[in-house]
């Protein structure tokens, strides 16, 4: 059974950096797609970046394309999420969820962790 658990959240200043990590057990990391998405209290759940089964990625939100990187250590069953140059915006409870390709359709990732809030300020 799948279950992906997320960690690394927390209180960063405004320019500062996190590196969150996403942690899948069940089955072997290398079979599945992994994506980050992140929801702002008041709005919708919005897709960050996905790793495939490859370890090749592809950015869902062109908003943050260079200031947030996501990698994996099949090793570890582990997906990171690398944020720099954090913002004010980027505060909200960021997910991790898996599924057999990379898709900006949420709808259409089965399994998803509980979340890790992220909150930017000065």
């Known amino acids: 059974q799948v279950q992906l658990v997320e960690s690394g959240g927390g209180l960063v200043q405004p320019g500062g950096s996190l590196r969150l990590s996403c942690v899948f057990s069940?089955?072997?990391?290398?079979?599945?797609?992994i994506a980050w998405f992140r929801q702002v209290s008041g709005k919708e759940r919005e897709g960050i970046a996905c790793i495939r089964k490859s370890g090749s990625v592809t950015d869902l939100a062109a908003a943050v394309t260079g200031q947030f990187t996501i990698t994996k250590d099949n090793m570890k069953n582990t997906v990171y999420l690398q944020m720099d140059w954090l913002k004010p915006e980027d505060t909200g409870v960021y997910y991790c969820a898996s599924h057999a390709y990379c898709t900006e359709d949420s709808s259409k990732y089965r399994y998803w962790g509980q979340g890790t809030q992220v909150t930017v300020s000065s």
């Open positions: 069940g089955l072997p990391l290398a079979d599945y797609a």
